[in-house]
Structure formats: C-alpha cells, structure tokens
C-alpha cells in the first residue's frame, strides 16, 4: 500500500517533467537571465557588466517611462470599459432569435481573425490624413473641418491607437458575454418577470450579478492585453510622435533594438513584469478562492 | 534556483544531442533551389544531384557563401539580386546562399547575426561610425589583404579607403552612395518664374513666392523621422560648418551650445513658423509625402537620391534638384552622401568563399551594374563614369565640390543619441518655442551617453 | 420568432437598424482594405478615396506574391506552425491534467510559473532564447524555432486547459481508477476525448498566433530558404517605399490560411474562447 501510495504521489510529476524542462528551459531560464540583464548594461554584442541598480535609477528619472506608464494606464482605462459595456451590451442584443444573429455575431468577432499587424495597416490607411477613409468622409459630408491627422496629433494618437484595439476587443468580450449567457437559467429571468421586473431591473440584479465571473475574466484579459500592448503600436507609429503614443512594451522594444540598450531594456520589461503580476496575484486569488473544493 | 540547475544542464545537454542529428531533416524539408548546400552535408543526396545535373552539368563539388543584405526596396532588391546571379556566373563552383531582410529588422537582427556561431558570411552595412561600432568590437573581419589583392588602396579615394580602415587596417567595403539635395519641380519654379535659389535669402523669396500661389513649397513627411534629421544636419552644416557638426555628433559639443540653438530659432522655426512646409507632415511617411511633389501640391523636397527610384519615370522630366542654399559664404560647404558597403563577419564559415564574393562585390563589375541600374555613385574610380546619366553626373560634382561629406544624422551619430535626437526636432516641429527645454534634454541624453564611451 | 413578428414592434424594428447600422460601420476596415488591394497606388494617390478607381485589378495581389515570395515562405509556415501546435497541444494537456486532477505540492506555484511566463513581455526574451538557441546548435534551423513556440504556448495552453479538464466531472475518472486503468490510460482514453473541443479551440487560436508571428523568425532564422511568410511580407515594407495596395494585398494574402482555419474551427472557436470564462 504504502509503495503504491508513493507511486501515485509521483504520477503527476510523471505528467509534468517533459512539458517542464522545456518550459524552464526556454521561458523561465531567459526570465531569469533577463532579470540579470537588468543589472547589466549589455548592448548585445559586448559582456555585460554589472551595474547595479543603475538602469532602475536612471528609468524612474526617465520622462519617457512616465508617458509610456501614463499610455498604458490610458489603455486599461479604456479596455475595462467600451469593450466591456459594448460587448455585453451586443451580447444582450444578439442573445436572442432576431433575423442574421450569427451574421452579426461573426461580423463582430471578424476583427480577431486579423493578426494585429494587419489590424495596423489597415487601419493605419484608414487614419491616412490626406487620402485616408476617415478624413475623405468628413470632407465628403461637409465636416471637413473636423479632419485631422489622427496619428500625428500628440493629443489624438493614443486614443487613434486605442480605438483600433477597441475594435478587435469588442467582439471578443462579446463571445465571452455569449458565452456566459449560455448559462443563465432562463427560468430565472421569466420569473423576475412575472415579478413585475423590467427589462433593466432584470438585468441589473439578475442578469449581471450571474455573469460576475464572466466580467472578472474580461476585466483581467483586458487589463493584461492592456499592459502587453505593442504591435499596434509598433505597425501604426513606433510611439511617435516624439514618444507620445509610446507604451511599455514599445518603449522597452525601442530601447533593447534600436539603441541596443539591452540592460535598460531588460529593466522595462522587468518593471512591467512586476506590474502584470499584481493582477495576476489578484486573479489568481480569485479563481483558487472559487476552487476551494480541493 | 539552485534545484533547477542540474536538470537544466541535463535537458540541455540531452536536446544538444538531439539537435546534433536534426539540421539535414530540415534543410531537406526546403524546396527552394538553394538546398544544394545539402550536398556538402550528405555526399549521397540522389534528388539533390539531379536538380544541379539540370543547372551546371560538370560541376560536382560546390562550396557557398551566405550573404544576408537589407537591400528591401523593390528597385535595389532587384540589382542586389542580379549582382548575385552575375557573381555565381563568374564562380560556377560557389553558391550564393542570399537572404533579403526588411531594412529595419536587419538592424535589428544584426546583433543576433554577428553573435551567432554560424554567422552569414557576408552583411551589408553602413559605412562610418555604425560599422566602427562592431570593428571595435572586433565582429567583422580584416580584410585587408583583400584591399592589397585588388588594388583597391589605388582604385579606391583616400576618402572611402579612411572610412574603412581602423588603425591602419581595412575591414569594409564602400560599394555605392547617393547625395542628398533639394529635390524640385523644374515645371511649377518655370510656372512662377522661378530659378534654384543659391543663397538663404533666394530661398525664402522662392518660398514665399510658391507660398502666395497656392503651392506648399516644401513637402517632407516626417512620421518616421529621419527625414527631420536631414534639415537639421544641412542647417547646422550650413550655418556652423561641418566641422562643428560632425564634433557634435561625436558628442564633442554641446546640444545647449548656442550655436545649436540659432540654426532652430533663427533658420528652421521661421520656416515652420511661415508655414513653407506642407500641412502635418508627421502623419506621412516620406514615400507618401512624396505624392504632394508628384501631384504638384508642393514644389520642393530635401531627400536622398533615392527618391528617384519612387517617382514616376514618365515624370521625371520635370524633376530636377540643386544644392542646399549656403547660408554663410564663409562656413565650408558640408553635404550628406550616405555609404553603404559590404563586411565580412569575424566568425565567418566560409572565410575563402567570402573574400571572393566581397572583392566581386567592390570590384568594377557589380559597381557598373549598380550604377548603371540603380543610378547610385561607384566608390571604386575605376568605374567608367562615361555612360552616367546627367543626374549622376550633376549629383557627383555637387558632392566632389563639397569640403566636407557627411554620413547623415541616424549614422554619423550614436543610435541612442539619434533616437533622442529626432524625437526632439520632433517635438521643435510641434512647438517652436519650446527649442530651449527642448535642447536641453538633447544635452543631458549626450552627456550620458557619450561618458559611457 | 418569425421574422415578421419581431418587426412587427416600430421600437424592435428601430433598435434593429441601429444595430444593423453599427454592424455595417464595424466591417468598414475589412470593405476599405478589399477595396484598397483591388486598386492600383498611383490611382489611389492622385484621385482619393472616393474617386471611382480607373481599374479593377488584381495586379497588387499579383505583386504582393512575387515580391513577396510566397510561395516560397508559405510552406515554412507551415513546416513551423504544424509541429508548433502539435507538441505545444500535446504537452500542455500532460502538464494540465497533472495540475487540475493531483493534489501534490507546488501544484499552485507551477500554476503561476505557467502563468507568470505567459505574461512577461517577451520581447525582451529575445536576445537570451537567441544566445540559448545558439548555444543548443538549433540557430537557423525550424526546430529551434519550433522548440521556442512549443515552449512559449506551453503557458497559455496549460492554463486554459486545466481550467477545462477542472470541469470534467470527477466521478467519471473515479470509476475508471477503480476499474485498474492506469493514470496515462485515464488521460489519454477518457480525459482527450473530453477535452477535445477545447483543444480544437486552442489550436485555432495557437494556429494564427504561430502563424502570424514575425519577430522570432527574423530573430532565430537568418535563411530566406527557412523563413515563414510573415517574414516574406516584411519585405513589402522597404526602407525607403510604402505601396498601400501591395502591403494591404499582402496582408490580405497572408490571413487566408488564418482564416480557413478559422472558418473550420469556427464552432468550437467559440466554445474556446469561453473556456478561462465559464468554466474558471
């Protein structure tokens, strides 16, 4: 009893040793070497040295930190809320029998099939001031006045920039409403209902408080590609003008690549890493809370 | 930590080995003609024999060399090819194993190349400070018994054999460079009455005059930012001497020098300020700002010679260009001729092979052909300049009449200082009066990076 | 409901418009794309948007393909993908069945190793996944940079499946355990076969994202023999010229396999997406 005891305390790790070393091999090693790299001023071709903490000093000083960070925090802002509302507002919508529901559900989650470079380019063309869909419109109507050059306006490029993953992210959050809705007891909202409830009333204290779950997942997948965001961009601006539309992962990218900073870089994205991990410490919290049933 | 080491080393070792009997399988995998190599690889390759039966019926035994170029443009890509083809023609028994990489990821990619245990053989690259970067770091290889074989110490200007050398030895090809001007609509300035504007006062009047017909005299499109930097190295050139602006590049001067700051305030604001440049520039890669030049909206550009290659060839007629105006008679006359070149890399597979294609490469034939083909300049004299066409022979004296040639900006500079640098005239562009402060951080960024050097 | 009765309302048949409106609205950058890859750039230029294009034609397709060398990049794509997605799907759910069905210590700790990968820029792993790939002899070779995609979805895939295989009723594994079937037996007969849709919509999700990735092929390969097609397009993008109508056509051209897949997989893409939602 007792060796077959030990022997089923060693199956998981039976599972787990192939998919593990290479993990650590591939992902964990170069995390940790890349935490290293923090504390080196490594151009990528010398031996590093060890600088210390200088490329951590020198980044809380750095005005460009401070815009990316700023940029970033623009983003969750704007990811846990348009998407979030339209997409559970359409889930609504199309979680019903109305005519061409799944043309309008694969309409809206088209954009996903996009890699987001290609979402870059064609958007990019779109935001084009001279030639560009955007501006030929209002011209074409009479609103010339309100064209601008949407990517070269230090106060529009961001927000140009976040509406584009606005777009792609809208979609998504909706299937995963869907989704979620998929789950409802109908029963529940027909004896709210009879109830006397309203449409609204139903919602706001049946409907949504059952699709608590769902929003949490969204609100932290939205948060996380929030942080990650990078391609965008990098297709659509490489954060210009003058680093005004620059976020995290451009400006360590920009660092690491074009100045071949890799220490300082390695420190970017160090510093990044720490900040995403707060949300992952809460979702994990979160969900093992759920899971108690161990 | 300390418990995932031995496993790490384990499972390392374990895929070496297992990696050791893998690249056959893959190179196989590929059916692109290249695969020859393979033969030097597995001596009984039946498939591979018969495709080289088709191609060069004697030869049996082939060596390569692997050239990696950012040549990504469709008109250069075309002639970098031809220069290959031409180069397997004359070595039947080496293979060229060529890879064109975007020109902005290969600067990127270069580090992981030169790091690599089995670099490529051959890079292209730029000349100056970018290519000293990586000599001095002892990445690309001497070649100067390259130099010796060829005669290039004689058949090359002092100039170029300078920008190759380090401490007396050579370790780069110079291969093809272009000039930068005033690029100009000769039919808008006959339109208007208009002549190329020879001193700063001839070139405002010019402006002006474009201004008040309707025409935006200057087209520039900044939203990659490079094309700024031109402004600034032609205006500091102008106005202080090339001199002065090649010490500020090496980081021997200051950016808060006032110097500095009168080539913004006093030349390059009141241009913007009056509005001769087109309408948000920054939106506008340089290629789509040309469009405006085209179109006839505007009637001027600062630009390489390579915007040749992207206007229309039934148009060019009415294109034509002239030196950038001389702001103070007395300062030297700088101009920007960017080189490119080609290096051998330091740990180099195929040392022979490469010495070969590089001497091909700087030699008189594939320069012709480039020249020829794609209207750059030769360094090589000994190219027959005969067959130019007046552009080239117009663009050759406007930079053997200058005193001095620069490289540009993004090559003459750090990258890290070029980087801050043009964020900067960015921002000048946006906010004229901000120059000051502006220069200022140009100034702490310079000091930080050159007291690492 | 019939579709006569639902317009039967004024208001239902408003909000539907409304809808319909903000449907249309949203495909705009697919219709503007098309259209900008069936037009010439020198029509584009000159005439504008809105212009009537001169010619319809296919010519930019035409070019993206040659310039870009499709044909010779997309097989590569796949030679990478194919096995990417084999190995990473097949190790992710060992690793997951072992972390959603066994109590055992630093269970939870490699949960969040898993995770924590997966959320590092990775980016900046570039450089040392470089000198490793070097070091193991794999540069500029497909398995190296198989091994690096195998091993970077390695996270992501866990995570999701774990959360799915969770939700596979215990009493079902319980009564084959009792039966004497093995702990592999178990994995492989019953819990896959369960596990499918979910594994059918990561492979469509791991599919675009290997699919599409550029930066570790330029950064890991150094061959055009070996490159994937992304790296191809890149090349649509010179230093110095920006063709809109080839770079949209070629960007077009490039989604096609994405979007098969897609269409495929279209039923449990869904469901996959739903997965880390309901079931978490």
């Not at chain 3, 959360?163 to 178990?186: H, K, Q």
């Amino acid at each position: 009893m007792t060796r077959e005891k030990r022997l089923s305390q060693l199956t998981p790790y039976l599972f787990l040793i192939l998919p593990l070393i290479i993990y650590l091999i591939w992902v964990i090693g170069p995390m940790f070497y890349t935490f290293y790299l923090s504390l080196t001023n490594w151009d990528g071709v010398s031996t590093p040295d060890f600088i210390g903490l200088r490329n951590y000093q020198r980044l809380f000083k750095d005005p460009v930190f401070y815009i990316s960070l700023k940029n970033n925090l623009k983003w969750i802002l704007s990811f846990i809320t348009i998407p979030v509302v339209a997409g559970l507002a359409l889930a609504m919508a199309l979680n019903r029998s109305i005519p061409g529901a799944k043309a309008f559900k694969a309409s809206f989650y088209s954009p996903l099939v996009l890699s987001l470079v290609v979402c870059g380019l064609i958007w990019g063309w779109m935001y084009q001031p001279a030639n560009g869909l955007i501006n030929a419109t209002l011209r074409a109507v009479g609103l010339g006045a309100l064209a601008r050059g949407w990517l070269s306006d230090k106060n529009l490029v961001m927000w140009a920039i976040i509406a584009v993953g606005i777009w792609r992210q809208v979609g998504y959050v909706m299937v995963l409403y869907l989704a979620g809705l998929q789950g409802v007891d109908p029963g529940l909202i027909d004896a709210s209902k009879v109830d006397g409830c309203s449409g609204w009333l139903t919602f706001r204290h049946v409907i949504f408080p059952l699709l608590t779950p769902v929003t949490v997942i969204v609100v932290v997948i939205s948060i996380i590609d929030s942080l990650r965001a990078f391609d965008l961009v990098s297709v659509m601006t490489r954060g210009g003008p003058y680093n005004s539309s620059s976020v995290l992962a451009n400006f360590m990218y920009i660092q690491a690549f074009n100045n071949y900073k890799m220490g300082y870089g390695a420190a970017i994205s160090v510093v990044l890493f720490l900040i995403s991990l707060v949300f992952i410490f809460i979702y994990l919290w979160r969900v093992l809370q759920t899971e108690m049933e161990y | 930590m300390k418990k995932f080491v031995f496993p790490l080393l384990a499972a390392m070792t374990i895929l070496a080995l297992v990696a050791a009997c893998q690249p056959e399988t893959v190179t196989v995998e590929v059916p692109v003609e290249r695969t020859v190599e393979v033969q030097v690889e597995v001596p009984v390759e039946r498939t591979v024999e018969v495709e080289v039966e088709v191609e060069v019926p004697v030869e049996v035994e082939k060596s390569l060399v692997i050239y990696n170029s950012y040549m990504s443009d469709p008109a250069p890509r075309e002639a970098d090819a031809e220069q290959v083809r031409m180069f397997e023609e004359m070595y039947p028994n080496i293979d060229v194993v060529h890879s064109t990489v975007a020109h902005e990821d290969f600067k990127q990619a270069i580090r992981a190349y030169l790091t690599a245990s089995t670099p490529p053989d051959v890079m292209t690259w730029f000349a100056g400070n970018r290519a000293r970067f990586f000599i001095d770091k002892d990445l690309i290889m001497d070649i100067s018994d390259v130099w010796e074989r060829e005669g290039w110490n004689e058949t090359y200007p002092a100039g170029f054999r300078a920008m190759s050398s380090v401490g007396g030895k050579q370790y780069f090809v110079p291969a093809s460079w272009y000039w930068w001007a005033v690029y100009y609509r000769a039919d808008i300035f006959d339109q208007y009455g208009l002549e190329p504007p020879e001193t700063w006062a001839d070139f405002l009047q010019v402006c002006e005059t474009l201004k008040e017909n309707g025409v935006a005299p200057i087209a520039i499109g900044t939203k990659y930012r490079w094309t700024s930097a031109a402004w600034f190295d032609y205006l500091n050139m102008r106005v202080n001497g090339p001199e002065f602006h090649i010490d500020l590049m090496l980081g021997k001067e200051s950016y808060d020098d006032p110097r500095v700051l009168t080539v913004f305030s006093d030349y390059w604001a009141p241009l913007i300020e009056n509005g001769y440049f087109i309408e948000d520039p920054a939106a506008y890669s340089w290629s789509e700002a040309l469009q405006f030049l085209i179109n006839g909206e505007a009637a001027m550009y600062l630009m390489g010679d390579f915007l040749r290659d992207s206007y229309p060839d039934e148009e060019e007629a009415n294109l034509d260009f002239f030196r950038f105006p001389i702001i103070d008679p007395a300062v030297p006359v700088g101009e920007d001729a960017p080189t490119d070149g080609y290096f051998i890399a330091a740990n180099a597979q195929h040392v022979e092979e490469a010495k070969q294609f590089i001497a091909f490469l700087g030699g008189v034939e594939a320069q012709q052909y480039f020249a020829d083909n794609l209207g750059r300049l030769p360094t090589n004299m000994e190219v027959d300049t005969g067959g130019f066409t007046d552009m080239q022979k117009k663009g050759l004296a406007l930079i053997q009449s200058a005193d001095f040639v620069a490289q540009f900006y993004d090559r003459d500079t750090t990258p890290e200082m070029a980087d801050v640098g043009m964020n900067g005239f960015m921002e000048f562009w946006d906010n004229p009066g901000d120059i000051a402060d502006i220069l200022a951080r140009l100034e702490a960024t310079r000091q930080e990076v050159f007291a690492e050097e | 409901m019939t579709t006569k009765k639902f317009f039967s309302s004024p208001w239902r048949t408003i909000g539907y418009l409304v809808l319909l409106a903000i449907t249309i609205l949203w495909l705009v950058p697919f219709i503007q794309a098309i259209l900008t890859s069936v037009r010439t750039n020198d029509d584009l230029m000159r005439r504008g948007f809105f212009s009537l294009p001169t010619e319809i034609s296919l010519q930019s397709y035409a070019e993206a393909w040659r310039r870009g060398g499709l044909e010779y990049y997309l097989p590569n794509s796949f030679i990478i993908t194919i096995p990417s997605l084999v190995l990473t799907l097949f190790l992710s759910s060992l690793s997951a069945y072992a972390l959603a069905r066994f109590r055992f210590r630093g269970n939870r700790l490699l949960l969040f190793t898993y995770i924590g990968g997966m959320l590092l820029p990775f980016q900046v792993l570039m450089l040392p996944v470089f000198r490793l790939t070097d070091a193991l002899g794999l540069y500029d070779t497909h398995w190296g940079i198989i091994a690096f995609h195998t091993a970077f979805q390695l996270g992501f895939c866990t995570f999701l499946l774990r959360n799915y295989m969770r939700t596979v009723p215990g009493e079902i594994l319980e009564a084959a355990r009792i039966d004497g079937c093995s702990e592999f037996r178990i994995w492989w007969q019953i819990m896959m076969p369960l596990t499918l849709p979910a594994v059918a919509a990561l492979a469509t999700l791991e599919f675009t994202w290997i699919f599409n990735d550029y930066l570790w092929a330029i950064v890991l390969l150094r061959s055009d023999t070996l490159k994937p097609v992304t790296a191809g397009l890149a090349t649509l993008q010179g230093q110095y010229v920006m063709d809109w109508t080839v770079i949209t056509s070629g960007a077009l051209l490039a989604t096609v396999p994405t979007v098969l897949v897609f269409i495929f997989l279209q039923r449990y893409f869904i469901e996959g997406l739903t997965l880390g939602a309901t079931k978490g």
